[in-house]
Each structure stands twice: as structure tokens, then as C-alpha cells.
């Protein structure tokens, strides 16, 4: 799913995956290890996920960004494809302390991608640009 993850999230992520898609929920004993390899941000991001927090948002050209609902009411963009979250606590706790793996928002895109539960926004490459540039003021 992403290289930048270590090996045991990715495959933790891979039989939520495999496990929702049978029966659209996710076992208690992966609920367990999640929390366990994640800490607080687990339950978090599955929260972000259920309320439909996260919107895949693609463009004509083919970039793919993702963006989140915080519980602020604050919207982030995240980069699966870099491993990379426009929140302060990914700038402070994962870029300059290295003491998590991710923010909630980063540990919701890989949860929605897992259990297929993200929102889908087509925008146009302009669009698309300004989201990237991270401009607070653009048009929605
Ligand atoms: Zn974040």
C-alpha cells in the first residue's frame, strides 16, 4: 500500500482490507492491533472514517490527493503517495520528533482506502493546483 509505512502497519492495513470486504467490519482482534501499533490516533482516524471525514479528491491529469475533515471542523490535505498530512501534529510529531508513525488524518486515508469508504470529489486540474499549493482562500 505505501512504502514508507513499516512492514507490520502495511500488513495490518492488508487484512483489515481483506477482512472488510468479507464482512464489512473490522475484527475486535485487528481493532486491538491497531490500537496497539498506532496508539490513540487509531480510534481517531477510525472515528474520521466513519463520519465520512475523508474525501479522495482526483483531477483530468491524474493526481490523486486526499483531504480530511479534522474534529475541528479543519480541512487537511494529505499525500498517500508521500506520506505526508498538512496537520501541526504531523509537522511536529511525526517530521521533527519522529515519536509517531502518522497523524489520525494520514492512519484515515489508509483506513478508508482499506475499507473502500472514502468520498470521491473530481476537480479540475486548476483546482487541483491550488489544493497542492495549499491556498486557504481557493473556490470550492
Ligand atoms: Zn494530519
Same mark, same amino acid.
Given at each position: 500500500m505505501d512504502a514508507t509505512l513499516p512492514a507490520v502497519a502495511e500488513e495490518l492495513l492488508n487484512e483489515i482490507s481483506s477482512a472488510f470486504k468479507e464482512t464489512s467490519q473490522i475484527p475486535d482482534e485487528l481493532l486491538l492491533a491497531l490500537k496497539f501499533v498506532f496508539g490513540s490516533s487509531a480510534v481517531q482516524a477510525l472515528d474520521l472514517v466513519d463520519q465520512r471525514s475523508v474525501t479522495r479528491v482526483l483531477s483530468p491529469s491524474g493526481r490523486v490527493v486526499y483531504q480530511v475533515v479534522g474534529s475541528s471542523g479543519k480541512l487537511y490535505t494529505c499525500f498517500n503517495s508521500c506520506h505526508y498530512c498538512s496537520c501541526p501534529a504531523f509537522a511536529f510529531s511525526? %517530521?521533527?520528533?519522529?515519536?509517531? %508513525? %502518522?497523524?489520525k488524518h494520514l492512519l484515515a486515508v489508509y483506513l478508508s482506502q482499506a475499507m473502500g469508504m472514502s468520498q470521491e470529489l473530481n476537480v479540475s486540474d486548476k483546482q487541483m493546483t491550488s489544493i497542492l499549493l495549499m491556498d486557504e482562500d481557493r473556490e470550492r
Open positions: 511525526v %517530521l521533527r520528533k519522529s515519536d509517531t %508513525l %502518522l497523524c
